[in-house]
């Protein structure tokens, strides 16, 4: 789990700029929906990313699925 802190810079239209406390030199552009309703230009946010295993593996094996299901369809089709 990563945790870093970053202050919102700025608005443009939909997209939230946020600057990475540590390094901020280092922007991050998302859309503004995502943002606490409340959040203004100066509002320091606390961001955590968290990578799923568990996620990754089950869309892994999904893709392999499909991608086994087209490859039979088209062997079917010579």
């Known amino acids: 789990m990563e945790n870093m ?12 700029v946020l600057l990475v406390r540590d390094e901020e030199s ?9 943002l606490p309703a409340e959040s203004k230009e100066g509002d320091v ?4 990313i968290d ?7 089950d869309t892994k094996e999904r893709v ?3 991608l086994e ?3 039979n369809k088209n ?3 010579k």
């Open 51 to 57: 990578r799923d295993v568990h996620e990754t593996e």
């Open 64 to 66: 392999s699925s499909l």
């Open 75 to 77: 062997l079917g089709m």
């Open 45 to 48: 946010l606390d961001i955590t």
């Open 26 to 34: 280092v922007k991050i552009n998302i859309p503004l929906f995502l």
């Open 5 to 16: 802190l970053t202050t919102l810079d700025r608005i443009e239209e939909d997209t939230a």
């Open 69 to 71: 299901k087209l490859k």
